[in-house]
């Protein structure tokens, strides 16, 4: 059966304070269409920019997830989005009027309850998941980081802590159903150390934090004179050191809180791959910067495995749709310029040819003889050809008529064509042929990689 992507219902706000901030913001979900995918919009800057979130856009791990797109931030975001990707939400639009995201208690409860009440609808669109084939791993052995992503039929995540400390030693939390976020996962509050805390609040680095929104390890014998003087700090008639070394501010929902918080943290952040995927995350002491750095990984590796999917195959041993001589019947170009060697398939909407560069080019003379590089602008020229092909095709006297260009759109090179590859060229019609206008959308591959890409606009003419 298929799954289908998911918003809300209705806008919902929440209201707080920004942790590093201190200024209060309001926070609203939005519904938003298919394939939109979770972006942010910051209302109270001159026309309302939006910020994506995406791994490529991380800005600041140091004291949680910032983002920032052509100079517009968006402060804290990982708790917000841990919400809306723990729901199985796919597009969403997030309105701040503030530049950091409300901490509320540390959470991301307060943000699923606000989703849950406004309501989950499904779209008229597939959802899409990749499936990891292969393992991922990233290492940081500074800090003792380890992450991998391991196939599996269903999304999981499993979590190891270690902080070498007698309050805070291992712990491990896992997720292998997402639909237990709610209830499992969404209320484990962030924690600290104390030590941390003093001199973040000291240094005023946490202007909107205070005790009721984090769980805060002792990790040393302290004096009645210092908790005095906490309890000064942070506006509390008194506090005291409970015997599991935390300060009596809260109370613990779940024995390993901290690693299920830190499992809260990897999914806000591996969110910003910006795709759903299916695969067995197994990480051990995360943090804000590894997880944007995995992200970034598997993204790398959804983005090739997309590729793949997109990149014509063929088989050599397979006759050609057209072989040269059925295209010199058909396309009235000759050498020098005549600059595509098979047609491998053809329909009424798209077509795919073929080229081999060779070293005995005509323009290999002349065009970086010592490095040779084959002209961008021929490229051009020979995915106009095969789209002329099939341009040609929707005539019953081919040989009698020519294509020209009448606009090129978007062209991109992304990477070298040189002697010894061979370029595929998938050609897809952007509309119906009409009054002898062809406007096509090209894409060129050597391998793995795309190398050209460009829109195409021609018309067919008969020859006088």
């Known amino acids: ?33 298919v394939n939109f995918g979770y972006k942010f919009k910051r209302i109270d800057i001159e026309n309302s920019p939006l910020v994506p979130a995406d791994a490529d856009y991380v800005s600041d791990t140091s004291r949680g997830t910032s983002l920032e797109y052509k100079g517009v931030r968006v402060g804290t975001v990982e708790h917000v989005l841990a919400a809306v990707f723990g729901l199985g939400i796919d597009n969403i639009l997030i309105e701040l009027d503030g530049g950091e995201s409300p901490i509320m208690d540390g959470s991301s409860k307060l943000f699923v309850d606000a989703l849950l009440s406004a309501g989950i609808v499904e779209q008229d669109a597939e959802k899409e998941y990749i499936d990891i084939t292969n393992n991922i791993t990233y290492v940081d052995a500074e800090k003792k980081v380890e992450m991998v992503i391991i196939p599996s039929r269903e999304f999981k995540i499993s979590v190891l802590i ?17 639909d237990d976020f709610q209830t499992e996962i ?21 202007k909107g934090g205070d005790v009721n929104n984090a769980i805060v390890f002792v990790n040393r014998v302290i004096s009645k004179e210092e908790l005095e003087r906490l309890a000064g700090l942070f506006n509390k008639p008194s506090v005291e050191v409970l015997a599991e070394g935390i300060l009596n501010n809260v109370e613990l929902f779940f024995k390993n809180e901290p690693a299920r918080h830190k499992l809260l943290d990897v999914i806000g952040d591996l969110s910003l791959v910006g795709k759903r995927f299916r695969g067995h995350v197994i990480v051990s002491r995360p943090g804000h910067s590894s997880n944007v750095e995995f992200a970034k990984l598997i993204k790398k590796q959804i983005k090739h495995e ?59 003379v002349g065009h970086f003889p ?43 090179f992304r990477n070298k064509v040189v002697p010894g590859d061979t370029i595929i060229f998938k050609l897809d019609l952007l509309s119906p042929i009409r009054r002898g206008l062809c406007h096509m959308k090209g894409i060129a591959y050597v391998g793995m990689k795309i190398v050209m890409e460009a829109e195409m606009l021609a018309q067919i003419v008969k020859i006088a």
């Open 370 to 412: 010592n490095e040779p590089v084959m002209p961008g602008v021929l490229q051009i020229e020979a995915m106009a050809q095969t789209g002329g092909i099939m341009a040609l095709s929707s005539v019953p006297d081919p040989q009698n008529y020519a294509t020209y260009f009448m606009k090129i759109d978007n062209v991109r």
């Open 162 to 178: 270690d902080y070498e400390l007698k309050v805070l030693n291992t712990q491990f939390a896992s997720l292998y159903k997402l």
């Open 186 to 206: 969404a209320p484990c509050r962030t924690f600290v150390f104390l030590h941390e805390l003093e001199y973040l609040l000291n240094n005023n680095l946490i």
């Open 1 to 33: 059966m298929m799954e289908k992507q998911k918003t809300i219902n209705k806008p919902v706000t929440v209201s707080g304070t920004g942790l590093h901030t201190g200024q209060d913001v309001t926070l609203t979900y939005k519904p938003a269409p």
């Open 306 to 364: 997309l590729l793949k999917k997109e990149v014509p195959q063929f088989d050599l041993s397979k006759p050609p749709l057209y072989d040269i001589n059925q295209i010199k019947n058909i396309l009235p170009h000759r050498h020098p310029f005549l600059l595509i060697d098979k047609i491998i398939e053809m329909s009424e909407k798209h077509v795919v040819g073929l080229k081999n560069v060779t070293m005995n080019e005509h323009f290999f």
